[in-house]
């Protein structure tokens, strides 16, 4: 029988926009189960997210670096009745083990091959019947950004594809000149968002008719213009997130990182490179020859996303136009 818990502390501090995504289906599903408002503590960048959104009291940043000092003053300016944190590194397992009538901490633990990461928080969390279900995460943004974003976009025909070329590590990034032949096929209006190479962006914007930069802006401005999309074409960045969070199509390109454990769910697509790779460990890929290498060990190509072909994306992208009746 579940107790319900009026004061809940969600501590997510695994470090990239994507994680706190990851984490949002649990942290919203704590609030909706125990009829209350969740305090948040993450970094700045992704927690910008989650500031407007009706089921989280407050955000709290931590600092980088920092993050047990960060917890040690929240914990010493608020008692809560149930922590929860997706992660143990720094030993904040001890930090926060006996500062709540309830915690909860590594949800982060081993998910098998197949489970999505976010799957196992929410399913970690029912088996500490701490809740009954969880609905897929979900962005709340103000009225003012979505007209802003609308306005911005007014001009462009439908459908919309965005595309983003960038992603954290190179081998996560798909050859620019996929990019420029999808966009060129779709034959459609296509927004190319400006990531940590400019100059790249524009190059793909440039060789694409009816294709506009989306310049860097905050995440929120991202995020509202993701909304007024019908498609996002990406590798495994924390952008692919975002757009699946404010309800926009997603087809996501997955080479280094696992596509069942780092994707999402339908009607989302996940498109895996290099399916049988012998040097992957699914558990971690941040171990794996080719992360800080730069390249693959084993093949031709600079990263295996590079073995997602054109074909391949270009027949989800149609399936996924075409289930919104914007057949192209």
Known sequence: ?????????????????????????????????????????????GGSLLE?????????????????QSIEQLLAEQSFDLIVSDTNYDRIDELIRDRADRVVTNLWRSPPPNQFVSDRFVEILQSEELISEALPPKLYLTPEEYQT??????SLARPIVV??????????????????????????????????????????????????????????????????????????TGAARIAAAVGTPTITLFGPSWYERYGQPQPHVNLQGYLNCPERRI?????????????????????????????RVMAAARELLEAQNVRK
């Open 1 to 45: 029988m579940m107790t319900f818990m009026q004061q809940i502390l969600f501590i997510e501090l695994l470090g990239g926009i994507g994680d706190v995504l990851i984490a949002l289906s649990a942290i919203q599903a704590l609030a909706r189960n125990h009829q209350t408002k969740v305090t948040v503590l993450t970094f700045a960048a």
């Open 52 to 68: 407007t959104d009706p089921l989280i009291e407050r955000v709290i940043y931590a600092e980088k670096g920092n993050v047990r």
């Open 149 to 154: 974003a609308r306005e911005k976009l007014a």
């Open 163 to 236: 595309l983003c070329p960038d992603a954290g590590m190179r081998v996560k990034r798909w050859d620019e000149r996929n990019f420029i032949k999808i966009g060129q096929d779709l034959g459609t209006s296509i927004v190319v968002i400006v990531g940590s190479d400019r100059d790249q962006s524009a190059f793909i914007a440039d060789n694409i008719p009816n294709a506009r930069l989306w310049e860097l802006g905050t995440l929120r401005e991202l995020a509202a213009m993701l909304s007024q999309a019908e498609l996002m074409i990406a590798g495994d």
């Open 283 to 311: 558990e971690n890929f941040t171990v794996q020859a080719c992360w800080y290498g730069g390249d693959c060990p084993i093949a031709d190509w600079a990263t295996c996303v590079d073995e997602i072909s054109i074909d």
